[in-house]
């Protein structure tokens, strides 16, 4: 048994103090140049680097925020869709609504006091980030600076 009492090496605990952010490129590649979708992007990001370092006492209030702010969000930028008659809005509201519906039932568990689940969706979120805004915000926040 002495294997067994010596233990496995501990990879990635969650409770490590990690000062890393999530995102760290938002400056840099990031910018969609429309004043309130940067805005609302540069909040997300401090969100999810916020959650990146939340302790367990923390981490539920700051899902909850990221949930309330990210349904703020996808609002603003559905009401610009429709509003401007945005050629791609089923798509791009398609995805707001898959991402909002999963977010929601991650901070179901959160409020079961279920982290982990939360704790890797969360560090999966910059990958989701970085193509959302690639894919589609960029092209959005083109089409309504040019309407506008
Ligand atoms: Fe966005
Ligand atoms: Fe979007």
Redesign the pocket.
Known sequence: MLFFESGFPQFGSFNESNNLPLIDDFGRGLLVHMVEIDTLHGEFVDLVNALGRATDETFPELFQELVTHTEGH?DF?NKQMRRKRYPQVST?RA??DRVLGEMRQINVCVKRGEFEVARTYVAELPAWFRL?VLS??GA?STFLTQKS
Do not use: I, S, W, Y
């Open positions: 996808f930028e791009h995805e707001h959302h589609m915000d959005l």
